[in-house]
């Protein structure tokens, strides 16, 4: 979809058109779920936050600044909502927890394995730059950090990956 058709449904959502806000909501849904999964690492609480997110979006999209944004907007929201939740389980999960992913997720199943054992500051910041193609800039203005240290967390999170790859992993 092209950004004058986005930013027209957006301006349609704004409005309170629920036709226009159900097509931005479905047309993001997959990057939100690989977002709140990378801060979760569970299927349920992910669909919580997402759940929380689309109905935060429609109650407070008049407070969006710049239609463009939208969809940083909107990660942002959903980002705080994983925080949230995980302040209120306050548990650590196992890895063998986790439902069994669906079968068109076996393929990435070594992926989130190895992600799995990422410091989350480093899961996180791979996760919105390689699965959601997010540019640097945009992760530190969505995270609220300096580039710089976006930088440097992707570096060692790809140096981390690296060694869990070449066997030499260990949980950070």
């Not at 548990?91 to 992600?115: C, R, V």
Request: with cysteine; net charge positive.
């Amino acid at each position: 979809m092209q950004a004058n058709e986005l930013e027209y449904l957006v301006k349609r959502a704004r409005r309170r058109e629920p036709d226009a806000f159900t097509q931005l909501m479905q047309l993001y849904m997959k990057d939100m779920y690989r977002v709140a999964l990378a801060i979760l690492m569970n299927d349920e609480d992910a669909a919580d936050a997402i759940q929380d997110t689309i109905l935060t979006c429609w109650e407070k999209i008049h407070s969006l600044r710049q239609i463009r944004y939208f969809h940083t907007w909107m990660i942002r929201i959903l980002i705080n909502k994983c925080y949230d939740i995980r302040k209120r389980n306050q548990k650590i999960t196992s890895f063998d927890e986790y439902d069994e992913p669906a079968q068109e997720d076996n393929y990435n199943l070594e992926l989130k394995e190895a992600l799995s054992t990422l410091n989350e500051k480093y899961r996180i910041i791979m996760t919105l730059f390689y699965s959601e193609g997010y540019h640097i800039d945009e992760i530190a203005r969505m995270l609220k950090i300096p580039k710089s240290t976006v930088q440097t967390r992707l570096q060692r999170g790809r140096e981390k990956l690296a060694k869990y790859y070449f066997g030499e992993s260990r949980k950070e």
